[in-house]
Structures are given as C-alpha cells and as structure tokens.
C-alpha cells in the first residue's frame, strides 16, 4: 500500500459565514488538486471555527484572560497544575483547557472549538462529493497532548464518511496468535500523517490523504472517547 500526503495550499483566512467546503475546493483548485474515489480530506477545526464564528473577543488580554472562557466551555474539570486546566468538553473530548486556543487568531481574541465538528465534517463532505462527483471521507482534526506520552499529536474530532477504529479483536497475528485487545484509530493515524503536511505555522489548514484503506461507514469522532469507567487517567 502507497499512501500520499497532499497539501491543499492557497486557501485564504476564513471569516465567519464562509462556506469551508468551498474554501477547500478553491484550494484543490489553486493546488491542482483532482480528488479520486477513497480519498480523505483532513480539515483543521480553525479554519471551521473561524466560519462558524467561534472567535471570541477576550475580556482581558493577559496570559490568563482566557480562563473564564476554558470554564465555560467545559462540561468538567478534571485537574489543574498552575496555569494547566484538563477538561472534558460538552462533546465528550478529554484535553487542555477545553480546547480554547490563542494561536492562529489575532491578539486579544480566543478560538473555540466548533460546536459540533462532526456535523461540520459531512456538511463539508456532502458538498464537495456533490460538487465534484467523487466519494470521499472527511476528518476535522485538533492538538492534543497524550496521556502516556510527551509531545502534540494532531487527533480526529470530526469525522464524516468513515469508521474511526479498525477492530483486530478475534484475528490472528502473524504467528498465530489471537488479537484480544487490538483496536486501531485508524483516523487519530491519518489525522496525525495529514499535520505532517500541513504543519502549526504554515497557514496550510487541508491535506488530502489518498491511498489509505478505510472502512466506510457513518462515524463519529466520539466513538474513540473512552469511557469513564474504563479511563485509568479520571
């Protein structure tokens, strides 16, 4: 298998009311871009927040004058460590301040993350299968840090034409063993293979990922949310 990564360059700033799906197809456009049956568009949240108006004017510029918004977009606070807040967000995503974010907005303003990102994938993804005729999955992706491990890694936290765990469970490994507790996220994988392309400080918010064998299927980003009962972390 052959997998590529392909920037989607030349898509402007999004202002709010700007229709994403648009945006990305100017950008394939411009980037000489043709989407083939299979492909998968990644898509930065920011750029779909920023349309959905989810920028918020900050009420105090300093290095803490985001707070009051990480408390109001949290459902539940689960630790803090100084200026460090881990919180569960209403869409069930556990990650630093719920998501709020002062990079990629201009000074005195915080990002937001969409209200409901996976709606956004597959308005995205509707539009452009219609438009161009092709079949095609899309994620929406965000930084997160990991429990077990340092560093950011881009995750899924939209998705629309895709099934985000491939399940191994009951299979045989190359030895013959029986898989007990395999289960991939194949769409953390190709979130975190799309960033490569696109980058924190490129101005490139889409990639497209084509070669990749996924399952078809209606998921949803909230599918790879681990339970409470099972989060060894709460």
Known sequence: MKVELIPVEGIPEASSGDDVADLVMGGLSASGIDLVDGDVVVVTHKIISKSEGRVVPLQDPGPDGHRYL???EASTILRRRG???IAKTRHGFVCANAGVDRSNVAP????????DPDASAHRIRVRIERALGVSIAVLVTDTFGRAWRNGLVDVTIGISGLIPIVDYRGTKDTHGNTL???E?????EIAAAADLVMGKATGIPAAVVRGVDYPKGPGRATDMVRDASEDMFR
């Open 70 to 72: 990480v408390e109001r």
């Open 83 to 85: 200026s460090l807040v």
């Open 108 to 115: 005195g303003n915080a990002l937001l993350l969409p209200l």
């Open 180 to 182: 007990e507790v395999t």
């Open 184 to 188: 991939v996220a194949i769409a953390d």
